[in-house]
């Protein structure tokens, strides 16, 4: 994976003013595509598709606010200061237009920049998109939330039970548990979005009452087999967007960008032929 670059600038948000680090990788060339990575993702995750697509777009992965290596500032990190961290970040890169491709958070982040800058995005790409109002998510996340507690008990009870999981065939599922928890203890962004979003907080910030006015193209790509994100939110994507093309990847998880590239990126690039955007 190229190294990561940097760049610093001052965001201000909900009245606080500091300054910022967007940590960034850059490979290939044409037109400039901006990467956005999901809720526990980095900006690595677009490694494997970069690679399939470099020939054809210049890829400008970007750890997103409170993630990574980016800057990790002590305010709300929820989509309203990602919008305003990426526009800012935007501009110091000198890039007055983009096309954009979001994963799961990272495609709601990009679905709201594309309505609060639309002369700023030619064209976006989602894939298994969140920002949709679902009132089964605390339902769906209950299992998460005694990974939010701050006691070693947790860690040690996560580490009781690892050797009986191969026996008792949950080694997969455990592994997952087992990373959520690495990525809730170590990333207090991440902490913090999940509890707001528990607590059924922020429910204004989704967009499925905004996205009709999207007037640019839209690819929706959902997972047949998601479990993260249903694939109602996508279809409703897919609805709502003027003219949006949906694709369902059959047998796909969540994991798009790591496990898919080759897939996604055939669709991208037969969606940038037949809208006429290459």
């Not at 809720?39 to 606010?65: A, H, M, T, V, Y």
């Not at 982040?109 to 969140?130: E, H, M, R």
């Not at 996508?234 to 994991?255: C, F, K, M, V, W």
């Amino acid at each position: 994976m190229p190294k990561p670059d940097f760049v610093s600038f001052i965001l201000t948000f909900e009245g606080i003013e500091v300054e910022c680090q967007a940590s960034y990788s850059e490979e290939g060339n044409g037109k400039p595509l901006l990467m956005l990575h999901g809720f526990f993702g980095e900006r690595k995750c677009w490694q494997p598709l970069s690679r399939e697509i470099k020939e054809n777009f210049r890829c400008i992965s970007l750890d997103l606010l409170g993630f990574g290596e980016s800057a990790k500032p002590e305010f709300s990190h929820f989509v309203a200061a990602q919008v305003t961290f990426i526009n800012q970040f935007l501009k110091k890169l000198e890039l007055k237009r983009c096309y954009i491709i979001g994963h799961s958070f990272g495609a709601w982040v990009a679905s709201k920049y594309a309505l609060n800058f639309p002369d700023c995005v030619n064209g976006l790409i989602l894939l298994g998109p969140a920002g949709i109002k679902d009132n089964r998510f605390e339902e769906r996340y209950f299992f998460l939330r005694p990974l939010l507690w701050e006691t070693p008990l947790i860690d040690w009870s996560l580490n009781l039970v690892t050797p009986l999981s191969e026996i008792f065939n949950y080694k997969k599922a455990l592994e997952t548990i087992k990373e959520y928890r690495y990525q809730l203890t170590n990333q207090p962004v991440a902490r913090s979005m999940l509890i707001t979003r528990l607590q059924g907080m922020r429910g204004a910030e989704t967009v499925e009452t905004e996205i009709h006015k999207l007037k640019i193209p839209v690819l929706v790509i959902a997972g047949e087999c998601d479990e993260t994100i249903p694939l109602w939110h996508s279809e409703t994507y897919a609805r709502e967007i003027p003219n949006a093309q949906l694709e369902i990847i059959p047998g796909a998880d969540h994991a798009l960008p790591t496990e898919y590239p080759q897939k996604i990126a055939a669709s991208i690039l037969k969606f940038f032929v037949s809208e006429s955007t290459v």
